[in-house]
DNA sequence: ACACGTCTAAACAATG
DNA sequence: GCATTGTTTAGACGTG
């Protein structure tokens, strides 16, 4: 993975406060999305970063805006001080994010990294409205003032509340192919929960015991070049119960909604999005889907449950164009939407595909 | 108390 | 021979 950009070279936009860990250009939409349904857009917070200087961005110019290519405003606070953010060592569920496209386009600052260790990613929206829109929250963590020090490692890998067997889940889901070998087994655990990185040499033996002892887990031939070793992939028969797994919840099932005579075991897109659009092999989906994983895997299932159903989100239908990373404005539509609907807004017609 | 799921550790065989 | 992968067994722990 490259360095993370936006650490150096170049200057604060005048006027915001905190660093600003989004385009503008994109909060500029929001801002104008929200000023569109009644409300007044006056504080976004970007893990725990604070923008509330509406007025000034909303005056900045659109051609000092980030590229997609080149960090759009450079990180003020502590971040210049920073180090280069190095590979693995840095990755967190923002990290992936960026990884799936969600928030390709948005810099985020090794502090910023940091502060979605120790209290998750927050992407929140506060209008003058007076009935608040939903607000994606950890449950506990005391809100991290924006010039926060890094925090302690000790907090950082924290070791995360998810199973092997879920943790093997979803590393195979998250594959293209939903087939991986142990060693992208690894990688792909120890990317996403750098809690793994250094941890006992003995997770990786209980990550082939899971492999080998459940059931949900099948090894199928070796790809040529694989070398040894074998790809594992998940049985679509024990999918219901990984996702029951993962949610610590049993997947409801509506009459007649899930189950198997069909072939299909789909969990419920409202609880299990991701999971539900992966199963269904809907494109288009995956950067929300993603995210919603990460909200689930950060702060528990419950959160999904304060997102709206999958089935009314407007993400990306065009799976070809809108993968294209280099593609004018898609990443950014995407990721304004997809920041709408976790802050609880719909979608802006501004933001849809023309 | 019990079943169940999970985690951890260990031993061992097969393979590259 | 070594490291990795895959299998199996055993014990401990937490939960319902």
Known sequence: ??????????????????????????????????????????????????IDNFDDIEGASDDSDMETSQPAVACGGNAGN???????????????????????????????????????????????????????????????????PPSPPAVTHTKPPYSFSCLIFMAIEAAPARALPVKEIYAWIIKHFPYFKH??????????????????????????????????TVDPQHRASLIQAFGRQPAPTPAGA?????????????????????????????????????LAMKYGPSVLEQLPPAASLVISRCTRDEHSYSGGGGEERRTAEALLHLAGLPPSPALAPS
């Open 199 to 232: 941890a006992p040499q003995g997770w990786k033996n209980s990550v082939r015991h899971n492999l080998s002892l459940n059931k949900c887990f099948h090894k199928v031939a070796a790809a040529p070049g694989l070398g040894k070793g074998s790809l594992w």
């Open 82 to 148: 920073l180090p280069p953010a190095d590979n693995d060592d840095d990755l967190t569920s923002l990290s992936w994010l960026q990884d799936k496209n969600l928030l390709r386009g948005i810099n985020l600052t090794k502090s910023d990294i940091e502060d979605t260790k120790t209290m998750g990613s927050q992407i929140i929206l506060k209008t003058e409205s007076k009935t608040p829109p939903p607000v994606v929250r950890p449950p506990s963590p005391p809100r991290t003032p924006v010039k926060a």
């Open 1 to 50: 993975m490259a360095p993370m950009r936006g650490e150096r070279g170049g200057s604060p936009a005048r006027g915001v406060r905190a660093s600003l860990p989004l385009p503008r250009r994109l909060i500029r939409q929001i801002a104008r999305h929200v000023a569109s349904s009644g409300r007044s857009l006056r504080r976004l917070e970007v893990s725990g970063r604070v």
């Open 258 to 294: 899930a189950e198997p005579s069909g072939g299909k075991n789909s969990p419920d897109p409202t609880l299990f999005p991701y999971l539900a659009r992966r199963l269904a092999a809907e494109p288009g989906a995956d950067e929300y889907l993603a995210a919603a994983t990460v």
